[in-house]
């Protein structure tokens, strides 16, 4: 137990390191000046979701350990990604394993924008209108339940417990930063590749012909194959969050789950409008 709480309270210190180190990439070239109250909140929101689901966090790791060694005696599997690899073999692993991941998560994330009750999860997420590094920890318990739990029973009795080098480690962690990053920062030609803080950025507008697109996390393809790809013109980043609807309560916030919402709309056909007055953006992109 004392292991798991130094490691509980070290992975919360570098969550926060993340953020400040993002909130000063962002500095450099934003899409919009924010004040720092956005980043406050959504540290804020997080610290007190990671620190009152200690109890489930304990018992997940207990969980993995078992899934483990169970893994091990049965089937005599190893972990999937492991140190015991050589540099080739694990960064080799390691891609297969985000691209797995990725598939899971995808399909995970489509549901939430369309079964009412999990959109009931996820939409704390969505409600960010100054969306930044910090909104890659914006959730509240439901949905941050929802998205450890699934993921975990799918992923851990394929892949075992992941044990990657510090490195690697960061790099996992810090994407989700990147991706949710305030940053004037199109990919180019490596939009359909790799997702980016400007290809993300569109699946958080509040636009109506950006709705339920780009769902990917790390490689855009998913998108490609599954129909939900939309690429972003250049000079392409509209206004983010729900239309008519804004979270400033960290209590209040937590009982999203427990209020009906209208889930978002299916994919609009280019040229679609919101009826926001306050967003005036006009389709630029291309919908695969």
Request: aromatic letters at 14%; glycine letters at 8%.
């Amino acid at each position: 137990m004392g292991e798991f709480l130094r490691v509980h309270a070290l992975n919360l210190l570098c969550y926060g390191a993340m953020v400040g180190l993002f909130a000063l990439i962002e500095w450099v070239r934003p899409v919009e000046k924010q004040s720092p109250r956005a980043f406050v909140f959504n540290l804020s929101l997080f610290s007190l979701l990671y620190l009152g689901l200690s109890g489930y966090y304990y018992e997940m790791a207990r969980l993995h350990h078992y899934v483990e060694e169970f893994r091990q005696v049965r089937f005599g599997l190893s972990n999937f990604v492991g140190r015991d690899l050589s540099t080739v073999g694990l960064i080799g692993r390691f891609i297969v394993f985000i691209l797995a991941a990725d598939f899971i998560k995808y399909w995970m994330h489509r549901a939430m924008h369309r079964v009412p009750l999990l959109w009931r999860f996820h939409r704390a997420h969505h409600s960010d209108r100054h969306v930044n590094a910090s909104t890659n920890l914006r959730e509240q318990w439901a949905g941050a339940l929802y998205g450890d739990l699934v993921f975990t029973v799918i992923s851990a009795p394929l892949f075992g417990v992941l044990s990657l080098p510090v490195p690697l480690t960061a790099a996992y962690i810090a994407y989700g930063f990147f991706a949710h990053a305030n940053l004037r920062l199109p990919l180019g030609p490596l939009t359909p590749i790799i997702v980016g803080p400007h290809y993300h950025r569109i699946h958080h507008s509040r636009l109506a012909h950006h709705t339920n697109v780009n769902f990917a996390s790390f490689f855009p393809v998913f998108d490609i194959l599954f129909g939900t790809y939309y690429a972003p013109a250049p000079d392409e980043f509209p206004p983010t969050g729900l239309v008519g609807e804004q979270h400033t309560s960290l209590w209040g916030i937590q009982l999203l789950p427990f209020q009906g919402a209208a889930i978002p709309i299916t994919l609009a056909a280019p040229g679609a409008v919101d009826k926001d007055p306050s967003a005036g953006q006009s389709a630029k992109g291309l919908i695969y």
